[in-house]
T-cell receptor, first 113, second 115 residues
Framework: AQSVTQLGSHVSVSEGALVLLRCNYS??????LFWYVQYPNQGLQLLLK??????LVKGINGFEAEFKKSETSFHLTKPSAHMSDAAEYFC???????????FGIGTKLQVIP | DTGVSQNPRHKITKRGQNVTFRCDPI?????LYWYRQTLGQGPEFLTY????????KSRLLSDRFSAERPKGSFSTLEIQRTEQGDSAMYLC?????????????FGSGTRLTVV
């Protein structure tokens, strides 16, 4: 069964600093991977997705993620954090019958002024 | 059509009561999913519809839970004889096709509190 692991349930960065949110997946078959963002009291919004095309995926709001098969990782980065980036971020994977998305437990990003 | 709509946004109910939530997906999306999210956890899959057919149900969906999608349009999720452990955010998502190609579009969720 496909699963994703997010390292660090809480991450704090200073405004303007690099954002790095970690995600590792477990599977012998390259999965389809997503990053979602959730603002308080809202649903999840798709940031970006990897579907075996380019390994470096660019998403909305200046975020990007790199698929590294050798490390089974799909870490999310943004060069410069903005206050509006404060939210919870979920790494997710689809595999098998392609109907079900499995989410990690989430990482809450705090941006310090 | 501005997105996936869920009603109500919040529901407080007494233990033992029945509750029903509604989800209106994006009109052209044929796939609809229900997820449950508890504090400190990521969303957990509950069930999946393709058009009006319920194709997959999680073991999380006990006999007290039932979901329908009549005519392949809106969907309802009913919880009978609610328990305090049912308190969670219930999220609905829809997709035009396979999730691998399109991802999901999520609604804002219904937050259920069982007292």
């Amino acid at each position: 069964a496909q699963s994703v692991t997010q390292l660090g349930s809480h991450v704090s960065v200073s405004e303007g600093a690099l954002v790095l949110l970690r995600c590792n997946y477990s599977s012998s078959v390259p999965p389809y991977l997503f990053w979602y963002v959730q603002y308080p009291n809202q649903g999840l919004q798709l940031l970006l997705k990897y579907t075996s095309a380019a390994t470096l995926v660019k998403g909305i709001n200046g975020f990007e993620a790199e698929f590294k098969k050798s490390e089974t990782s799909f870490h999310l980065t943004k060069p410069s954090a903005h206050m509006s980036d404060a939210a919870e971020y979920f790494c997710a994977a689809v595999s098998g019958g392609y109907q079900k998305v499995t989410f990690g437990i989430g990482t809450k990003l705090q941006v310090i002024p | 059509d501005t997105g996936v709509s869920q009603n109500p946004r919040h529901k407080i109910t007494k233990r033992g009561q029945n509750v029903t939530f509604r989800c209106d997906p994006i009109s052209e999306h044929n796939r609809l999913y229900w997820y449950r999210q508890t504090l400190g956890q990521g969303p957990e899959f509950l069930t999946y519809f393709q058009n009006e057919a319920q194709l997959e149900k999680s073991r999380l969906l006990s006999d007290r839970f039932s979901a329908e999608r009549p005519k392949g349009s809106f969907s309802t999720l009913e919880i009978q004889r609610t328990e305090q452990g049912d308190s969670a955010m219930y999220l609905c998502a829809s997709s035009l096709g396979q999730a691998v190609n399109y991802g999901y579009t999520f609604g804002s969720g219904t937050r259920l509190t069982v007292v």
